[in-house]
């Protein structure tokens, strides 16, 4: 079972930042934070990954809280192509990460 | 050049025969997967394999029989096809699980059992 929970649904304005807030009170100390994306009828794709400090990079910034239950996926300026379902995924470093588990994500819809 | 890349894309069939899906990976990576993708879009792990040895085997009925020919390739054969067996297949490929790796998807078989 996924160790994350994600809300089912959110909208976002067209240029506006979408927060995708992602829960994970479970997590163990070597347990990294993944989100990936799934854009309609294609494949699931990396966006970021984290496993205690702040993250960014070109697609989006990932904020972790300090005690790590919990973090927050930031696309600084959303556009109609960053529709998709996003999932946060919570993975142990070495072999536990043959076995990445996706929960339901959340769908992301961006208005113009 | 795709990264990940699955044949075919889609796939009809009736039930009761045995199908295969082709997957192969140029990104030199150690460790490859096939998931499911369910009608509830649930996507789940069916195989891990790395360096050719299966790693992981998700309580996938023995009518699924992953083979691999070398680190490149991940084929998935499937025997008997039941209605059930309609899903969308995603190969994924990534280095060996340490402390960071992501994991690269194809884009997908739909396959259909009729």
């Known amino acids: 079972d996924a160790k994350t929970t994600q809300p089912t649904s959110m909208d976002c304005a067209e240029g506006r930042a979408a927060n995708l807030p992602c829960n994970h009170s479970?997590?163990?100390?070597?347990?990294?934070v993944y989100w990936y994306r799934q854009i309609h009828s294609q494949g699931p794709q990396y966006i970021i990954h984290?496993?205690?400090n702040n993250e960014t990079n070109e697609m989006a910034s990932l904020i972790i809280t300090e005690d790590r239950k919990s973090s927050t996926l930031i696309l600084p300026h959303a556009t109609l192509r960053d529709t998709a379902v996003y999932y946060c995924?919570?993975?142990?470093?070495?072999?536990?990460?043959?076995?990445?588990?996706f929960g339901a994500g959340t769908r992301l819809f961006v208005k113009a | 050049d795709t990264a990940v890349s699955q044949t075919p894309k889609y796939l009809v069939t009736q039930m009761g025969n045995d199908k295969s899906i082709k997957c192969e990976q140029n990104?030199?990576?150690?460790?490859m997967y096939w998931y499911k993708q369910d009608s509830k879009k649930f996507l789940k792990i069916m195989f891990s394999y790395n360096n050719k040895e299966l790693i992981i085997n998700e309580t996938v009925p023995n009518r699924f029989s992953p083979k691999s020919p070398d680190k490149a390739h991940l084929n998935l054969h499937i025997n008997s096809l039941e209605l059930g067996d309609s899903a969308v297949y995603f190969c994924a490929s990534s280095q060996a699980p340490r402390a960071h790796t992501e994991a690269f998807f194809g884009q997908g078989t739909r396959l259909t059992v009729v």
């Open positions: 984290g496993l205690k």
């Open positions: 990104l030199g990576h150690d460790t």
């Open positions: 995924i919570v993975r142990p470093e070495g072999t536990g990460g043959f076995k990445t588990i």
């Open positions: 479970t997590i163990s100390g070597n347990e990294y």
